[in-house]
């Protein structure tokens, strides 16, 4: 397929959208997104690069280092992949001779490129912060997204350093640069989350409470928050740690509300939008489309009609195994949801769907989730054998 003008635009902008999503440590939506370029177009360079830099954020930057020489080959000047070169040169821990000409490469092409100037930039810092993080090396990971956050003004990176400061058993530094993040952004969710488990362990349950209430009141949709909530208000005593990938949602929402088109007006405005953009088909949200929305039965659509719609479109991800569009799906549309079509699901999934509806709070729709699989996973008996159920004693 050969992209028109709008559709090269769109493709641009979906592209564009994945490379914030891989930056905001969500690497498993930008994927997705990735199988549907490469369906659409098989032979974009875009989805090529976009691929190497999910290696990147995959641990996998020889792949990425050998992927953007292969793309060099083919064209020795895109800046893209040169910067693709030097982000995986420095993952690999290169420096010296290596590093210097990567950079002045891309410097002779792109010298305004983000990656071009005397130090390396706070995202690159990042990635390669993150990547350590995965594999479970705190120090490392430490002292990487320390430099970026001394780089560049970055809130959720601190509260993520403050974060790994706790899990190393620093409570009272932890504590301490969580409330630094505070002073300046006092509406940031993962320092106030930090600095709840800090005082929680440090046995100040009070102050802990205050800030988990706080970080329920400036996200009272935020999974991580309501849980911990739950967790504190039960227990009171220790807190599930903050997950890593969890960390960059606000930015992974920041990045939505920049590159998704504006939404059109619609009749229903009494329900609350999803935090990070309502959940629609990967089919017309990713890949461009200029007739989207045209078709005999739009006219004619009803609220009533989005009910099956919902479901069925719930049961094709659950059987596809894509399980981070379903999660999407529910927060953008749980509401939509017909609990007397569940019957209609694969089985396998049921358990894990009623799990994440307890999460949502959806519990008529969790409690038939479960009801369904209890049902399903009985093992089937025979007429006589049901008589042996009754009690004999």
């Known amino acids: 397929m050969i992209p028109t003008r709008s559709s090269s635009q769109r493709l641009a ?5 994945a490379d914030e999503l891989v930056g905001a440590a969500r690497p498993q939506i930008a994927a997705d997104m990735l199988e549907q370029i490469k369906a659409a177009f098989p032979d974009s360079l875009g989805a090529r690069l976009l691929s190497l830099r999910l290696d990147l954020a995959g641990d996998r930057p020889s792949e990425a280092l050998d992927g953007a020489r292969e793309a060099l080959r083919i064209d020795p000047t895109n800046p893209a992949a040169l910067a693709i070169e030097l982000q995986a040169r420095h993952a690999l821990g290169e420096s010296g001779e290596g590093i210097a000409t990567a950079r002045s490469r891309l410097a002779a092409i792109a010298p305004d490129h983000p990656q071009i100037g005397p ?20 120090l490392l990971a430490q002292r990487w997204l320390g430099e970026a956050a001394q780089a560049e003004d970055w809130p959720e990176l601190a509260a993520a350093i403050a ?6 058993g620093q409570v009272r530094g932890a504590l301490e640069s969580a409330r ?13 989350l930090v600095c709840a488990q800090a005082n929680a362990e440090l046995g100040k349950l009070a102050l802990a409470d205050k800030h988990l209430k706080r970080a329920r009141r400036f996200d009272p949709e935020f999974e991580l928050a309501r849980r911990l909530y739950g967790r504190l208000r039960v227990s009171r005593l220790e807190l599930p740690s903050i997950p890593e990938l969890e960390l960059p949602e606000m930015l992974l929402a920041r990045a939505r509300r920049a590159l998704d088109p504006p939404a059109e007006p619609v009749a229903d405005t009494e329900s609350a939008p999803d935090p990070v953009g309502e959940y629609s088909p990967p089919s017309s949200r990713f890949l461009p489309a200029e007739d989207a929305g045209s078709g005999p039965d739009s006219a ?14 719930l049961a094709r991800l659950m059987e596809a195994g894509r399980w981070p569009a379903v ?19 694969p089985p396998e999934g049921l358990p894990r769907l009623a799990d994440e509806l307890v999460r949502l709070n959806f519990s008529e729709l969790a409690t038939e989730a479960y009801r369904l699989a209890e049902r399903r996973s009985a093992p089937a008996v025979s007429e006589p054998a049901a008589d042996d159920a009754s009690p004999d004693n």
């Open 13 to 17: 902008a979906v592209v564009a959208m």
């Open 327 to 345: 999660l999407e799906l529910l927060r953008g549309s749980a509401h939509l949801l017909d609990p007397g079509q569940f019957a209609s699901l």
């Open 180 to 192: 630094a993040v505070l002073d300046k952004l006092p509406d940031c969710l993962p320092a106030n």
């Open 163 to 168: 974060q790994l400061q706790l899990e190393s």
């Open 119 to 138: 130090e390396t930039p706070a995202p690159t810092l990042a990635g390669i912060g993150f990547m350590h993080l995965r594999q479970g090396r705190q």
């Open 300 to 313: 004619t659509e009803t609220p009533d009609s989005h009910v099956p719609a919902a479901t069925g479109e």
